[in-house]
């Protein structure tokens, strides 16, 4: 029986597409393989949001035709869609699938060979849902991620996704409700992601949000806690803020893209909301959830952003009342406005803006996890031994071990370099505490 491996690269969107793609190979015959090695069929499934995103593509490629030149590899994915012959001119590259036809993948591989091994078409005509539950996601294996949306219609002027993830779309409700009730006879939590999570219902003709979809999942299944990934600030509507601090089930974490806190470059990014729209949505949540987990994204060095520009982004971040940021550099994609502007930002510079921003991130970070101290969380364990992640997103070194996917209420002790302490357990050295990092995730959660 031949052997296949799916290596995902990138946002949890990709690993639900992945965790499908297993599926639909293992329909047709298949046998999952433990390793690359091992595999006569290796599946690239890959990521094109940044440029050294496409250097990891490119360099695992290499690798597995090294390390196993026997093996047939197709490469899909968002990479795949944005560049196919740049992808199928590599050696040992079989098949280039798209995300147009990503579904089709379990037939293209096993129907007799032909010549013409690139499988593109218009991603905007794509209408099917490709997701299955990730229940080994970031290797935690206690708290499944399950994509419910896919495709983005926002026209951000630095932003690639639009084009290699089509039109938005949404999985069925009745398919999300039976999927979170089967999963939730497994798991504590359930993570619900997307590309655009928020644009989730939003369909000509329907009727239901996603807060009517959360309020379904809270009556129809048996989920003890529900987590929403990054939603974008102004799809948390009051009426999804207050269903988030008034149910019990459903985790106080908040995480809203920014981008930029400066008027002038969110204009040039093509965003839809000024800084004031963000700061009343954000300054909404945390009035009604006061001890929420609350995050972004923020992007420096984006062309034309000049050092006033700049200090106005972070003053604005620092007024804001952010539990943690990701911060990422800006990153030139071919084909999208961005990229063409005169003026682009020195490297340097991005480096430098990016540190500032990191730090500004970690003090914040630390700033709310000692105000945790002495309060009691509710929290799951994880795979990782002796690890919890609280409701309001806070990892915690347990005092003993606990069975992995439980959940449980955690007495906080104190801070550790990157998170928090139950009492009873063990001070960490006292230097410890001089570096301050961020919680683990590349603008996911």
């Not at 730090?359 to 914040?364: G, H, T, V």
């Amino acid at each position: 029986m031949e052997k296949f491996f799916v290596q995902n690269f990138g946002c949890r969107a990709t690993q639900a597409d992945g965790a499908a793609l297993e599926t639909l190979l293992a329909g047709k015959g298949l046998a999952s393989s433990g390793e690359r090695s091992g595999a006569d069929l290796v599946v690239l499934n890959t990521c094109t949001v940044t440029s050294s995103a496409d250097d990891d593509v490119r360099q695992t490629i290499r690798r597995v035709h090294r390390e196993n030149p026997a093996a047939r590899i197709l490469v899909t994915g968002c990479y795949a869609q944005r560049a196919p012959d740049e992808l199928a001119s590599m050696a040992g590259v079989e098949w280039v699938v798209g995300n147009s036809h990503k579904t089709q993948i379990a037939e293209i591989v096993t129907a007799a060979p032909y010549h013409g091994n690139i499988h593109i078409g218009d991603i905007f005509e794509q209408r099917d849902f490709l997701s299955a539950p990730v229940e080994d996601a970031a290797g935690d294996r206690t708290r499944p991620n399950l994509k419910i949306q896919d495709g983005c219609n926002n026209r951000c002027s630095f932003c690639i996704i639009p084009f290699v993830r089509g039109r938005s779309r949404s999985a069925p409700a009745e398919q999300v409700i039976e999927q979170v009730r089967a999963l939730a006879r497994r798991y504590r939590e359930i993570v619900l992601s997307g590309i655009n999570l928020g644009r989730w219902g939003r369909e000509p003709g329907s009727q239901m949000r996603l807060a009517d979809l959360l309020r379904r999942l809270l009556g129809e299944t048996d989920v003890e806690r529900l987590r929403l990934s990054s939603v974008e600030p102004m799809d948390f509507s009051d009426d999804l803020l207050h269903l988030m601090a008034e149910s019990p089930r459903i985790a106080t974490h908040v995480h809203a893209p920014l981008q930029s806190g400066c008027d002038r470059t969110l204009r040039r990014m093509h965003r839809k909301y000024r800084p004031r729209h963000y700061a009343d949505r954000v300054e909404k949540a945390r009035a009604l959830m006061p001890d929420a987990g609350i995050g972004a994204d923020v992007m420096v060095g984006f062309p034309g952003e000049t050092d006033a520009e700049f200090e106005e982004s972070r003053q604005f971040m620092a007024a804001m009342p952010f539990t943690y940021l990701h911060v990422f550099t800006y990153s030139e994609r071919p084909g999208t406005p961005a990229a063409e502007e005169a003026v682009q930002v020195p490297m340097a510079v991005r480096k430098e803006r990016n540190r500032v921003l990191r730090e500004l991130a970690a003090a914040k970070n630390l700033a709310f996890r000692q105000r945790m101290v002495g309060r009691t969380l509710s929290a799951v364990t994880l795979a990782e031994t002796g690890i919890a992640l609280t409701e309001n997103y806070l990892k915690v070194e347990l005092a003993a071990a606990r069975e992995p996917n439980a959940r449980i209420d955690v007495r906080i002790g104190g801070v550790t370099n990157a998170g928090l302490r139950e009492v009873g357990q063990a001070l960490p050295p006292a230097n410890t505490l001089l570096l301050q990092s961020l919680p683990d995730g590349r603008g996911s959660v």
